[in-house]
C-alpha cells in the first residue's frame, strides 16, 4: 500500500489510519478493556500504523468505572510503539451535550504530562489542538507547540476542527503538521481546506469519513442505536427518517460502484477521497477486527477517473442531514 508523508516531517503512514475514540467513546457502552486491546493489537497486524486518541475520550463501563482511551491505546501499543505514528489532542472537556475549551498554556502543559503518563511514552508523534479556543490566540497555542517540539516531548504538531485564518496564523509561528477536520461525502464543508493544506504543505486527516457509519450500509434508523444512552449516534440527523431517505439515496450510487470493484460501500467511500486527495488520510474506527480489514484495504482499490467523476456529478445534486459534531 502506498504510504502517505505527514506534512513536511519524516513520518510516512499507511493511506488508512485508525480512529481509536470508538472503543470507548460515542459508540456506545465502553468495550470491555481486553477485547480493546486485541482489536488495537490485530490492527497493528493489519497495517495500521496510525493510531489517533485524545485526553478527552472516556466512558462509562457497566460498574460505573471509566475507559479511559489513552490508557487503553497505551497499553496495546507498548510492543510496537516505535512501529506507529501515535496521536492525541489537548483541549477538550465533554460536558453532556457540549464542549468546554482550554488551550492556556498551563493547561496544554499539564495536559501533555498526563497523556504521556496514560500512554506509556516519552513523546507523542502528532499532538493536537482538539478544538479552537476562543481565549486563546493561536499564536500563542504555536508557541507552546514549539517549546515541546525543541523539548522532544512531541515531534510535531496538529489542530483539529480548524479554519483557515486560525490556521495560517498558528502555521506561521510553528509550521503545522497536520490538520484534522470531519470530512465524508455526506460532510464536505470543510473541503475548501483540502486546497489550504495543499498550499501549506499539511497533511488533511479526515475524521468520521464514514459518516458516523452511515456509509456502510449497516443501520437504517436512529433505532438500531436507542438501546444504549451513551452511543451519540442515537440522535446524528442522518439516521432520522428524513435523513435516512437522503443516506439512502447516496448508498445506491455507491453501491453500483461497489459491486463493479466487488467492494463493500465503506471501501468505495474511503477510496472515492483517497484517489481525490493525495495528501489526505482517513481515520475510520471499528469495534470489530473483520470492519477494521476490510476499511483498510480500500487503500488498495484503484478507483477509475470516471468512476469518481460519477460520484461527484451526484454529490453536486445531492443534500444530507448529518451530524457536524459539537
Not at 490485530?42 to 478527552?56: K, N, P
Request: aromatic residues 8%.
Amino acid at each position: 500500500m502506498e504510504k502517505r508523508r505527514l506534512g513536511q516531517t519524516d513520518m510516512y503512514v499507511n493511506m488508512i489510519g485508525l480512529g481509536c475514540m470508538g472503543l470507548s467513546h460515542a459508540s456506545g457502552t465502553p468495550l470491555p478493556k481486553e477485547e480493546a486491546l486485541q482489536v488495537l493489537k490485530e490492527a497493528h497486524h493489519i497495517g495500521y500504523d496510525l493510531y489517533d486518541t485524545a485526553e478527552c475520550y472516556t466512558g462509562v463501563y457497566p460498574d460505573g468505572s471509566i475507559s479511559n482511551n489513552e490508557e487503553i491505546v497505551g497499553e496495546a501499543i507498548k510492543d510496537f510503539r516505535d512501529d506507529i505514528v501515535l496521536c492525541t489532542k489537548f483541549g477538550v472537556m465533554h460536558k453532556g451535550d457540549h464542549l468546554e475549551f482550554d488551550s492556556s498554556p498551563q493547561k496544554i502543559r499539564e495536559s501533555i504530562e498526563g497523556s504521556l503518563k496514560r500512554l506509556q511514552t516519552d513523546h507523542i508523534d502528532i499532538y493536537y489542538q482538539h478544538r479552537i479556543d476562543p481565549q486563546v490566540e493561536p499564536e500563542v497555542v504555536a508557541g507552546v507547540m514549539k517549546d515541546l517540539i525543541q523539548e522532544g516531548k512531541i515531534k510535531a504538531w496538529g489542530i483539529s476542527e480548524v479554519n483557515e485564518d486560525y490556521l495560517r496564523r498558528a502555521h506561521a509561528i510553528c509550521p503545522v503538521t497536520v490538520i484534522q477536520n470531519r470530512y465524508s461525502m455526506m460532510a464536505r464543508w470543510h473541503e475548501h481546506l483540502i486546497d489550504v493544506c495543499q498550499e501549506l504543505g499539511i497533511t488533511y486527516i479526515a475524521f468520521s469519513p464514514l459518516a458516523n457509519g452511515a456509509l456502510t450500509g449497516a443501520y437504517h434508523s436512529q433505532a438500531d442505536f436507542k438501546d444504549d444512552q451513551q452511543d451519540f449516534r442515537r440522535n446524528m440527523p442522518q439516521y432520522s427518517q428524513t435523513g435516512m431517505i437522503k443516506t439512502n439515496a447516496l448508498l445506491e450510487v455507491i453501491s453500483q460502484v461497489a459491486k463493479k470493484y466487488h467492494a463493500t460501500n465503506a471501501q468505495i467511500s474511503l477510496a472515492w477521497m483517497l484517489h481525490k486527495f493525495p495528501h489526505l488520510i482517513p481515520i475510520p474506527g471499528s469495534r470489530k477486527i473483520d470492519r477494521l480489514s476490510s476499511n483498510f484495504q480500500a487503500g488498495n482499490i484503484q478507483l477509475l477517473e470516471t468512476d469518481i467523476q460519477m460520484i461527484d456529478h451526484q454529490l453536486e445534486q445531492m443534500e444530507f442531514e448529518v451530524f457536524g459534531g459539537h
